[in-house]
C-alpha cells in the first residue's frame, strides 16, 4: 500500500490513525503476554485513573475533611463510589468502543464550540492542579531530607515530563501501574495511629448530615475531588491508545466480537481502581480524624501541613510514611495531569498524539505536555495563593465537569457513536446518577460561594 494512501475505516473517525508501515512501538501479542502475567495484568487505565485521584490536593481535602468531622463524613466515600466508578467505566468504554478519546468524540458529533470550552477550561484547571501538586511534593520532600522546596519542585517535574516524553509506553505504564502502590502508604499510616474502629464503623455505614454551610461545603469539595473531568479525559484516551498499540485489537465498533473480554476487563480494571482510590481516601480521613481532630487540629489547608500536625500527635513513623505518600502520589498525578490537557488538545486540533508515539511523531502533543509542565512549575515561584488557586480549579472543575458527563451519557446512548455498544440500563442509570449528583454539588458549592 502507498504511504499516502487513505486508510478504510467503519464506524467514527479518528483524526489520525497509524499507517500500516510505520511500526508500532509496542507490536507483541499482547494477550499471550497478559495471560503470562496473570490478573495484574489486566489492571491498566483503570487502576491507573483511579490512583491518579488521590494525588496531593485531594490528600489536602481528605485530611481537611478528617480533621474538621473526624470521621463523619467516611460515609460519603462510601456512597461516592459506585458513582465514581460507574462515570470512569463509560469513560473506558467510550474509548475502547470507538478507537478515540471523549475529545474526539465530541469533536466528530457535537458543536466545536462546545469542544472548545470544554478543552480550555480543562487546561487552565489541570495546570493550576499540577502546580498544586508539584509544590506540595516539593514541600513533601523537603519534610523529609531539608533543602530547597523550590529547587525539588524543579527536579520533579523534569523527573516526571522526562519519563513521560521518552520512555517507551510499555514501561512507561508498568511505572505507573507500579507508583500505585505508593498509596499503600496511606493504609499503613492508618494502621499505625490509635482509631477507634467501632466508631469508624457505624460512621461509614450510618450517614450523618449536618445542614451547615461548612459541612455543606465540605461534602462539595469530597466529591468534586472524587469526580473530575481530567480523569474522564485520561482513562477514555488511554483505552483507546491500548487499543492502537496491540496489533490484534481494533476499536469495538469495528471487532464486536473483542467486546465482551473487552468490556468485562474495562469493568474490573475500573472498579478495582476506583475502589482503591476510595479505600485510600477513606483512610486518609480515618487518619486525620483519629489523630487531628482528636486534638483539636482543624486547620489544615495542605497535605505538608497534615503531615507536620501528624508528627507530634502520632509519631515520627507516621509523619515519614505520610510525607513519602504525597510524594508518590505526585509523580503518579503529575502524569495523569498533563497528559489528559495533551490528549483533548490533540484530538480537538487533529494532531498526531499518544505515549506510544516517538516525540518527532508527536511533537505538539508532547509540547503540550511539556509546556503544562513548565507552567505548572511555574506556578510555584510567584505569588498566588495556593489554597485560593485549588478553590478556583474545583470551581473550574465543577463548571466542566457537568456538561461534559451530560455530554457523554446523551453519546454514549447513540448508536452513530457507540455502534451495538450503547449503555445497558444499569449502567446507564448509574451514570445519569453520578451527573444528577455532581449537578447538585456544583449548584450547592455555588450556593455557599463567599459563606
Not at 261 to 285: P, Q, V
Not at 293 to 307: F, G, L, M, P, R
Not at 410 to 416: F, V
Request: hydrophobic share 50%; aromatic share 10%; charged share 15%.
Amino acid at each position: 500500500m502507498p504511504r499516502d494512501a487513505p486508510i478504510a475505516r467503519s464506524g467514527p473517525r479518528r483524526h489520525w490513525q497509524r499507517p500500516d508501515w510505520l511500526p508500532h512501538r509496542h507490536a507483541r501479542d499482547v494477550d499471550e503476554a497478559k495471560e503470562r502475567r496473570g490478573f495484574l495484568a489486566f489492571l491498566g487505565p483503570g487502576l491507573i485513573t483511579g490512583a491518579a485521584d488521590d494525588d496531593p490536593s485531594g490528600i489536602a481535602t481528605y485530611s481537611q475533611v478528617g480533621a474538621q468531622f473526624g470521621y463523619g463524613m467516611t460515609w460519603l466515600l462510601l456512597f461516592s463510589f459506585p458513582l465514581m466508578a460507574g462515570i470512569q467505566e463509560i469513560s473506558g468504554r467510550i474509548g475502547r468502543v470507538t478507537g478515540q478519546g471523549i475529545a474526539g468524540n465530541v469533536d466528530d458529533h457535537y458543536s466545536p464550540w462546545l469542544l472548545r470550552f470544554i478543552v480550555l477550561l480543562l487546561i487552565v484547571a489541570n495546570t493550576i492542579n499540577l502546580g498544586a501538586d508539584l509544590g506540595a511534593m516539593g514541600a513533601g520532600v523537603k519534610l523529609v531530607i531539608g533543602g530547597s522546596a523550590q529547587l525539588y519542585v524543579v527536579l520533579l517535574a523534569v523527573l516526571c515530563a522526562g519519563l513521560e516524553i521518552f520512555v517507551q509506553y510499555q514501561r512507561y505504564a508498568s511505572i505507573l501501574k507500579w507508583l500505585t502502590l505508593a498509596l499503600f502508604a496511606y493504609v499503613a499510616t492508618v494502621l499505625i495511629v490509635d482509631v477507634h474502629w467501632g466508631e469508624v464503623a457505624f460512621a461509614t455505614f450510618v450517614p450523618h448530615i449536618q445542614w451547615k454551610t461548612d459541612f455543606l461545603t465540605s461534602v462539595v469539595a469530597v466529591l468534586g475531588t472524587t469526580i473530575s473531568p481530567y480523569l474522564f479525559f485520561w482513562q477514555a484516551s488511554e483505552e483507546a491508545e491500548d487499543e492502537q498499540i496491540d496489533p490484534k485489537a481494533r476499536p469495538l465498533v469495528d471487532a464486536p466480537e473483542q467486546a465482551p473480554r473487552e468490556i468485562r476487563r474495562i469493568r474490573l480494571d475500573t472498579w478495582t481502581g476506583m475502589g482503591l482510590s476510595n479505600l485510600i481516601s477513606w483512610c486518609i480521613i480515618v487518619t486525620a480524624g483519629a489523630t487531628l481532630a482528636a486534638h483539636n487540629v482543624t486547620d489544615i489547608q495542605t497535605s505538608e501541613q497534615a503531615a507536620q500536625a501528624l508528627r507530634p500527635i502520632a509519631g515520627d513513623l507516621a509523619f515519614f510514611v505520610f510525607a513519602l505518600g504525597i510524594v508518590g502520589t505526585g509523580l503518579l498525578a503529575i502524569p495523569v495531569l498533563a497528559g489528559s490537557a495533551a490528549y483533548a488538545l490533540a484530538e480537538m486540533l487533529h494532531w498526531p498524539a499518544g505515549l506510544s508515539e516517538r516525540p518527532r511523531q508527536a511533537k505538539a502533543f508532547y509540547a503540550t505536555i511539556a509546556i503544562g509542565t513548565l507552567l505548572g512549575v511555574g506556578f510555584n515561584f510567584v505569588s498566588i495563593d495556593p489554597i485560593k488557586a485549588l478553590f478556583w480549579t474545583a470551581v473550574i472543575n465543577g463548571v466542566v465537569a457537568v456538561p461534559l458527563m451530560i455530554v457523554m451519557m446523551i453519546m454514549t446512548m447513540q448508536p452513530k457513536v457507540m455502534g451495538d455498544f450503547t449503555l445497558q440500563r444499569p449502567l446507564w442509570a448509574l451514570g445519569w446518577l453520578s451527573t444528577a449528583v455532581m449537578t447538585l454539588t456544583v449548584a450547592a458549592m455555588f450556593a455557599t460561594w463567599g459563606q
